[in-house]
């Protein structure tokens, strides 16, 4: 039983197309993630909400907009791919005692 | 803001011997301090983490970290590393009271057999 599930796990798809990816947790938790792992690996935090609450918003080009319909769902959409947006996007969420669990990540690719 | 530095891109060591990998934080407050290790592929797993209390932490898999606040260090260790080691490992920082947790760039280690 997957704890944080991400769909879906690949994207291939032309400039200017919009996207979305879905992200949902099992584990009751409040407060989930997104950040994006670029080609050298490096980690960068995007967005995060508090059961539903936008809390963090980096600074990220609002083609990029979150949304969480309830605490155990948080999408990310895309407007107008880039090629700069070609990445693994992470989903995760925070436990109790602060450790993140993450998704399995979903791999856009914008040619 | 806080910060976290991972200064090794690569770490070579062989199998049996004890392993380190280097993390340096940087926070305004107190720190709650994350090791994780990310496979091919694959989503970061979580191994370990410092919040209060004991310096030394102890994880999954055998590994541990001491937290030393004079060097503002939280090093990853293992006694005695196995080629099943080999991977990508990250440390992240919290500040205590913020919902920011940022990663290290990482370190890829390489246990040869």
């Known amino acids: 039983d997957t704890a944080v599930s991400q769909t879906p796990k690949y994207l291939v798809t032309q400039m200017g197309n919009d996207k979305s990816i879905k992200c949902e947790q099992n584990l009751g938790h409040d407060t989930m993630y997104w950040y994006k792992q670029d080609s050298k690996k490096f980690l960068k935090i995007m967005f995060s909400?508090?059961?539903?609450?936008?809390?963090i918003n980096e600074t990220v080009p609002n083609r990029f907009s979150p949304k969480s319909p309830d605490k155990a769902h948080l999408n990310l959409h895309i407007n107008s791919l880039e090629l700069g947006d070609s990445a693994v996007y992470f989903c995760?969420?925070?436990?109790?005692?602060?450790?993140?669990?993450f998704g399995e990540g979903s791999r856009l690719t914008v040619l | 803001a806080q910060s976290v530095a991972q200064p090794e891109d690569q770490v070579n060591v062989a199998e049996g011997n004890p392993l380190t990998v280097k993390c340096t934080y940087s926070?305004?407050?107190?720190?709650?301090l994350f090791w994780y290790v990310q496979y091919p592929n694959r989503g970061l797993q979580f191994l370990l983490k410092?919040?209060?209390?004991?310096?030394l932490v102890k994880g999954s898999y055998g590994f541990e970290a001491e937290f030393n606040k004079s060097q503002t260090s939280f090093h990853l260790k293992k006694p005695s590393a196995l080629v099943s080691d080999s991977a990508l490992y990250f440390c992240?920082?919290?500040?205590?009271?913020?919902?920011?947790?940022?990663f290290g760039k990482g370190t890829r280690l390489h246990i040869l057999p």
């Open positions: 926070v305004s407050g107190n720190p709650y």
């Open positions: 909400y508090n059961n539903k609450e936008l809390i």
């Open positions: 995760a969420s925070r436990g109790k005692t602060g450790e993140l669990f």
């Open positions: 410092y919040i209060t209390g004991d310096n």
């Open positions: 992240a920082v919290r500040d205590k009271g913020d919902d920011k947790i940022i």
